[in-house]
């Protein structure tokens, strides 16, 4: 996966390792006083799931770019405040202890770029369609339910986020 050369949205899905400091740099700017980072890691456990040997990501394509360009969006009107964003998802099979997914938010001062990355990974939970299987050592699943997909002004709609 390639840094972006100019806008200030990097977004994308991969297929290999994320580029977690890469998109710590990347996100780096010299009118930026802080950059929030969350970097995702797949754990060996799950709710009622103990040794859990693999994840792996599957992700309806063709509709990721979209919504998370629409998340970052959302997150500017936010929070105007806002330089760059990076928001990078793995699909595959990702190693137990490797990064699943990575946001960076970076902005003048650190309470706006808390709350957009928070804001950035808590709708891109709800609203991209990228799905995790987990196979562990009695059972393997692609989640306990379906996950329905929402749009985001449904979250608002429900409270569950700012707009």
């Not at 899905?13 to 580029?19: D, N, R």
């Not at 105007?80 to 099979?93: D, L, N």
């Not at 979250?155 to 986020?161: A, K, Q, R, S, T």
């Amino acid at each position: 996966m390639e840094t972006p050369t100019s806008g200030n949205t990097w977004i994308g899905l991969s297929a290999e390792p994320l580029p977690v400091n890469e998109a710590n740099q990347w996100a780096s700017d010299p009118s930026t006083g802080a950059i929030v980072s969350f970097n995702g890691i797949a754990r060996n456990h799950s709710d009622g799931r103990d040794n859990v040997t693999v994840l792996e990501y599957e992700a309806y394509e063709e509709q990721v770019a979209p919504r998370l360009h629409a998340i970052a969006e959302n997150a500017r009107v936010q929070w105007p405040e806002i330089v760059k964003i990076v928001m990078i998802h793995r699909i595959g099979k990702v190693e137990i202890g490797d990064s699943a997914v990575v946001i960076a938010v970076s902005s003048p001062h650190r309470g706006h770029a808390f709350e957009a990355a928070r804001f950035c990974i808590d709708t891109l939970k709800s609203t991209v369609p990228i799905w995790k299987r987990e196979i562990w050592e009695s059972g393997e699943s692609w989640g306990l339910e379906p996950q329905h997909i929402k749009e985001i002004e449904e979250l608002h709609d429900e409270g569950e986020v700012r707009l």
